[in-house]
């Protein structure tokens, strides 16, 4: 079975242990992105949640799993943090499951 993880800074991603997701913390963009490597190639996750402020930096890393159906690489706002990329990829993800834009 397949378990979902959350790759952030502490602060943001704790409370998501609540709902039995496993977080792996991150304190900068370098970690970051060798945890989700490390996430990604281990098979165990279905979807991995990715903090905003990492998921722009982390692009490229994204973009290697993409096609994939699992892991599933979503990012998410967080306080202060809030771009638009995470919204952007979710629009982007619609539209190539659809065909069409629904937000």
Excluded: H
């Excluded at 943001?12 to 304190?27: C, Y």
């Excluded at 890393?61 to 706002?77: E, T």
């Amino acid at each position: 079975m397949y378990g979902i993880s959350v790759i952030g800074r502490k602060e943001d991603i704790m409370g998501f242990s609540a709902l039995g997701f496993e977080v792996f913390p991150a304190s900068g963009a370098d970690e970051a992105s060798e945890l989700l490597e490390k996430l990604a190639r281990s098979s165990k996750y279905a979807v991995i949640f990715l903090c905003e402020d990492f998921a722009e930096p982390l692009s490229g890393v994204i973009s290697k799993y993409k096609d994939d159906l699992i892991p599933a690489i979503l990012p998410f706002p967080t306080p202060g943090a809030d771009r638009g990329y995470g919204m952007k990829a979710v629009t982007d993800s619609v539209i190539r499951a659809i065909g069409s834009d629904v937000i």
